[in-house]
């Protein structure tokens, strides 16, 4: 380089750095004068902790209602005409109670007749009576054969017999007149009624149906796998079309499982007054209901602390930066405003109550009071 020029670069060179180095001192300066940047919460939360609670262990089942035992009241007349009916469908009646009435005219004429032939036997069994006495007080006198006094008394044997016939004859009429009045063979709810007046039915004619005592029962179809936690004398509470609810007790469970569904029935015994007119439960009705099997410790939060995305719940814990992390937890029974958490989570871990439907993974919250 030629010597003139070598100050010339230097002088330059010189003032290029004082240049740079009074940007930089000038940037530095004006980053001083500028505030420092502070983090801001996403979201103003209430925070709280699993909390212990005993809750109640229920199972629950579908079922028809249905007639604890039905009964058949039928006709055991024979050709007789339905002259009155005084019954009907819903009606309550007594163990005893009349509930048709059949034409006794016919009856009672043959009851007459049996009578006369009844009251004709006897004085025919008295004669001969008197005559075999009579016979008999001349058997050591030799008037009479030992072939004539055993004539009499055959006959008078056989006088005997026919008024035992005749008697039976009379208990048979009695008998019919009986039937002419068809009674309850218990007391209960009268179900199905075909009984209508003016026909002419023959022996065995149903012509009522009556659920018994008026007593229904729930036939809940359980899996075969939750049998095992039933047993007589469990409570059921059974819920009917109408919301209605009442609460029974398991009779028995039934001995055979079935092939093609896996379940078997449970027969659970409703209130007395669940069967009639105007209760909520009628036979062949369908109706859900739960098993009580006692109760267990349970950890429970409040129900706005889960948050359901995805098909699974989650909760969010809060750290101690205040920031938030989602916890992946397994619900299980709830009570009232809170769920039982079965896992992930822990009994001293502080949670976000409100707002946690709104807070992503590491979200900056702000915490007050519950």
Request: aromatic share 4%; no cysteine.
């Amino acid at each position: 380089m030629n010597a003139k020029l070598k100050p010339l670069a230097y002088i330059l060179g010189v003032a290029f750095a004082l240049a740079a180095a009074g940007i930089t001192a000038y940037s530095q300066a004006a980053d001083d004068k500028q505030p420092a940047a502070t983090a801001k919460a996403a979201l103003t939360v209430t925070v709280a902790k699993p909390s212990a609670a005993s809750l109640p262990i229920k199972l629950t089942a579908n079922g028809n209602v249905a007639a604890w035992q039905e009964a058949s009241v039928s006709s055991e007349s024979n050709g007789l005409r339905l002259t009155e009916v005084r019954v009907n469908v819903g009606d309550v009646v007594k163990a005893g109670d009349v509930l048709a009435v059949f034409s006794a005219d016919t009856v009672n004429a043959d009851l007459a007749q049996a009578q006369a032939t009844l009251h004709e036997a006897e004085a025919n069994a008295a004669d001969a009576a008197a005559n075999a006495a009579r016979a008999r007080t001349l058997q050591n006198s030799g008037a009479l054969s030992a072939q004539q006094i055993s004539q009499y008394n055959t006959a008078e044997q056989t006088a005997n017999a026919r008024i035992a016939s005749a008697k039976a004859a009379l208990a048979s009429q009695q008998l019919r007149l009986k039937y002419t009045r068809v009674v309850a063979p218990d007391s209960g709810v009268i179900s199905a009624r075909s009984a209508t007046v003016g026909a002419v039915s023959g022996a065995g004619t149903e012509l009522f149906r009556m659920i018994r005592q008026g007593r229904l029962e729930w036939r809940a179809e359980v899996v075969a796998a939750d049998l095992r936690q039933l047993k007589p004398g469990v409570s059921a509470v059974v819920k009917a079309a109408n919301g209605s609810e009442v609460t029974g007790k398991v009779r028995m469970i039934a001995p055979t499982v079935d092939p093609q569904t896996r379940s078997a029935l449970v027969y659970v015994d409703l209130p007395p007054n669940a069967g009639t007119k105007d209760a909520p439960f009628k036979a062949g009705m369908f109706a859900s209901g739960q098993f009580e099997l006692g109760a267990s410790d349970a950890m429970t939060v409040p129900q706005q602390a889960i948050v359901v995305r995805d098909g699974f719940s989650f909760v969010f814990r809060l750290n101690g930066d205040q920031h938030v992390s989602q916890l992946k937890v397994k619900p299980g029974r709830r009570l009232g405003e809170r769920i039982e958490v079965l896992g992930g989570l822990d009994a001293n871990t502080r949670i976000v109550v409100r707002g946690a439907g709104f807070l992503n993974d590491g979200d900056l919250v702000s915490v007050v009071a519950q």
